[in-house]
């Protein structure tokens, strides 16, 4: 990865205020795709718009795809339909030219596919389009080597020669019957071993992992890591090959949804940058912020209930952070741990009572241990006089892990089974609900034993 310095930044910046075209030229000739699009970043639009029209077709349409989201859609904004169709959609792989077609309007994704040339290619994009962006379906590209399981090695040889020839990387050989069912891989030690055989069924590898195009993302990722795959087909639902999914575009998709896991869990509505504007950040903020507010106040009106027993006992006040410390660490323990096993497929939704009892006794271990530990801090520290805390405490503290336990497994179990990101879980809905569940059972517990003591 290339590193920019201001210096060399300044002296880009200077190539092209000179409109220099061949220094430019130099200047990008040695740098991965990767790097220019990092390049692009450090430039305002108007000088990567500059450097961008020095690229050729190939060359631009893969830094094209380097390039993050927001600054390719500001990229392609200025850009005509016929010159997007021309400079990029014909020189992309069909899974990526979909990726860019979908970042894009309705209007503009009807004037790009009116200009492409290649109408194999459009009607391709067409049909990737009609599948749900997060299923295997619409992450598959059609280019790969297809053969006949019924060709002799020297027939299929020339047929690979000849679909090989527009493909930037072939991963494996698929092999389908007269009805385009997929039946098998070739693998290439194959065609070197066995340069005579009769037909290609004789030689090829039966049975390969494949997915059907409305596997959701997350199950098509577990299964490449799984295989320890490069590439899966893709079929429907009576086995007819429709395309490949590589490795890297499960990689891109995996991190993605990492990242709006992450973004869910601590907060945020809808994906942010760093670099997005004022009014976007507040937006995406501000809805869990404003929750939260309204749970604080649900945990003041609480506390104002109980005012009379803070006049018996001033040392109840004191704890209160405790409590609603503990129960929002343990229940967004345990929520983490079921969204990981759900994510990493090592924990099965019908298997959610199983999952319930589990933490249900990891909870009565870490209660009891917790409660105990307060309660000799509080038995030697405040001593007598405050029996009502002491107890109060530690039985809070015990009934708040319990139900933090099995109400973090809870939630992101349900929300699984309602196809609701189980990571919304993890984030400020579990610490809202655990504090104000949390101050109820102190309070309660403190004016049933100010009342039973009193």
Sequence with gaps: MKEYTHEYLEHIRGIIERRDEDAARAELADLHPADIAELYQELDLEEAEFLYKLLDDDLAADVLMELDEDDRRKLLSNMPA????KQFIDHLDTDDAVDIIQELDEEDRDKILS???DVEQAGDIIDLLKYDEDTAGGLMGTEMIVVNENWSMPECIRQMRMQAEDMDEVYYVYVVDNDDRLKGTLPLKKLITHPSVSK???VMEDDPVAVKADTPIDEVALDFEKYDLVAMPVVDSIGRLLGRITVDDVMDQVRDSNERDYQ???GLTHDVESDDKLFAQTKARLPWLLIGMIGGLCNSFILGKFEGGFVVDPTLALFIPLIGGTGGNVGTQSSAIVVQGLANG?????KSTQQLLKELGVGLLNGGIIALLVFI???FTIGHGHEV???????????????ASVFGTFVPLTLEKLKIDPALATGPFISITNDIIGMLIYMSISSWLIIALH
């Design 264 to 266: 869910l869990a601590s």
């Design 377 to 379: 801090y509080n038995y």
């Design 115 to 117: 200009h492409i040339d």
């Design 82 to 85: 016929e010159e997007i169709a």
């Design 200 to 202: 290609i069924k004789h």
């Design 346 to 350: 090592s924990l099965d939704i019908k």
């Design 389 to 403: 805390t002491t107890f109060a405490v530690s039985i809070s503290l015990f009934c708040v892990v319990m139900f």
